[in-house]
């Protein structure tokens, strides 16, 4: 569009010479314009009727057809920017409601966005998998209506409410207390009575003491999305007696296929024999996938006791899979197959694998400490741990050394003080399981190490 402006711009500066350079080339056999006349400036359609002149007094068609054409051109080009909100008048024209989305946007899309807090039975990162009751209510929801659910994170419930109202979000999928937003003309409270109860569902079945409310919660809506809000209500409504069992973690079968994990684990004892210091069946692959990730191959089988007791065929509620419980999201990290994620060999192969790419990870911590960061990593997810680093740096802890140091700033990632700060990127997680992780993995390979030479 600026060629064509610059083009009709100098056309019209020029408009005494141009008829007088036409006429000496023996283009027209006379001038078009009286010297006087000039194109105003900027005004198209007085663009336009000059054009009429030319073409009654028979200047030369070439050159016509050129100008309107580009003439043409510019018109179209302003009406499409006016149109599509770029300018006008030097001032913005876009419809700020085209930010709101209602559902026939969002499906459209392909995405919900997802406004929550971080909790337990909210929100939160493990293994590099997204877990949470009503994260995951959300996501049955979004499947429900042939769309992906992408997550926004907050730190207050006012917070939540802000983002939905200014555009950033399509749903809050957190018990916000209902009685504090029942002013609010803005929202749409979606389900109170069902919310109310699922929550209460949730607090019993748990002991979650964070739940325990007065009056009821919802979830929220924009005012302005009231298909959303409809679709949401009736979802919920259908749906009122097996929120809970939706509201789990699901497995995806190597068919595509997802289901809730049976939870299943046979108990080996720690050493099989340890009179000729065997610890396992499976000590080869112990031996030979612990030269590659640089560990004692005892180690590596004391991680293996304690994600599975030794048992290739292990799930656990959580979704985690096979000998050394790689997660499904890992493990297809990892490069391991599903149909091959019970196999105790490929099981094993991609733990060194996650582990020797944790080992770079914190390579500038001492090989002595840097096993226990290794193996709170593998269990909680790497930034859940760097979190606990910089808390404890935070309060004057050494974040490269684990006892005492960072391992109390781990158990603390279970309190709203602490995943709320503002230097945890990955909020909650039950820091009590991984500091009992690393403290029984450590002490079962000390016991390795005196029984086996």
Not at 223 to 252: G, I, R
Not at 253 to 259: A, L, M, N
Not at 269 to 276: C, D, F, K, T, V
Not at 302 to 321: H, I, K, L, R, T
Request: with cysteine.
């Amino acid at each position: 569009m600026q060629f064509c402006i610059s083009f009709l711009s100098l056309f019209a500066q020029n408009a005494v010479t141009l008829p007088k350079f036409l006429e000496d080339a023996g283009l027209c056999g006379f001038s078009a314009f009286p010297e006087t006349q000039k194109f105003p400036e900027k005004q198209e359609y007085s663009v336009l009727s000059q054009l009429l002149v030319m073409l009654k007094k028979k200047i030369h068609t070439f050159y016509c057809l050129i100008f309107v054409s580009l003439l043409s051109l510019l018109c179209s080009c302003i009406k499409n920017k006016q149109e599509i909100g770029v300018f006008s008048n030097g001032q913005p024209t876009f419809d700020d409601s085209d930010l709101f989305l209602d559902l026939p946007d969002i499906e459209m899309n392909g995405e919900l966005i997802v406004l929550t807090l971080y909790g337990p039975t909210s929100y939160f990162e493990f293994r590099g998998a997204d877990f949470g009751n009503q994260f995951l209510l959300a996501e049955e929801y979004a499947h429900s209506i042939g769309v992906r659910v992408r997550v926004d994170l907050s730190r207050t419930q006012d917070e939540l409410v802000s983002k939905l109202l200014k555009g950033e979000g399509d749903i809050i999928a957190y018990h916000l207390n209902a009685d504090n937003y029942l002013s609010d003309h803005q929202l749409t409270l979606c389900s109170p009575d069902i919310i109310t109860h699922f929550i209460d569902t949730l607090a019993k079945t748990t002991n979650d003491t964070s739940l325990k409310h007065e009056g009821k919660m919802a979830w929220a809506v924009r005012n302005d999305s009231p298909l959303l809000a409809k679709s949401v209500d009736k979802w919920l409504e259908d749906n009122e007696y097996q929120l809970l069992s939706l509201s789990m973690p699901k497995v995806s079968s190597s068919g595509g296929k997802r289901s809730l994990p049976v939870p299943r684990r046979k108990v080996s004892s720690p050493m099989l024999n340890p009179a000729q210091g065997i610890i396992s069946h499976y000590d080869g692959l112990f031996r030979r996938y612990a030269m590659q990730c640089g560990w004692d191959w005892k180690l590596l089988a004391a991680q293996g006791y304690q994600e599975s007791a030794f048992d290739p065929n292990a799930v656990s509620w959580m979704g985690a899979q096979g000998l050394m419980q790689l997660m499904p999201g890992t493990a297809r990290m990892l490069g391991v197959p599903q149909a091959q994620v019970f196999d105790p060999e490929t099981n094993i192969r991609g733990a060194a694998k996650l582990i020797g790419i944790l080992n770079k990870h914190y390579a500038d911590i001492h090989e002595g400490e840097r096993i226990n960061f290794i193996l709170a990593a593998y269990n909680a997810g790497s930034g859940h741990v760097d979190d606990a680093r910089r808390l404890a740096e935070k309060h004057g802890k050494n974040p490269d050394v684990w006892t005492g140091h960072v391992d109390e700033y781990v158990l603390n990632m279970r309190l709203a003080e602490y995943y709320n700060d503002p230097v945890v990127n990955h909020g909650y997680f039950n820091g009590n399981e991984t500091y009992n992780y690393v403290v029984n993995i450590r002490n079962r390979w000390d016991e390795y190490k005196k029984k086996i030479r």
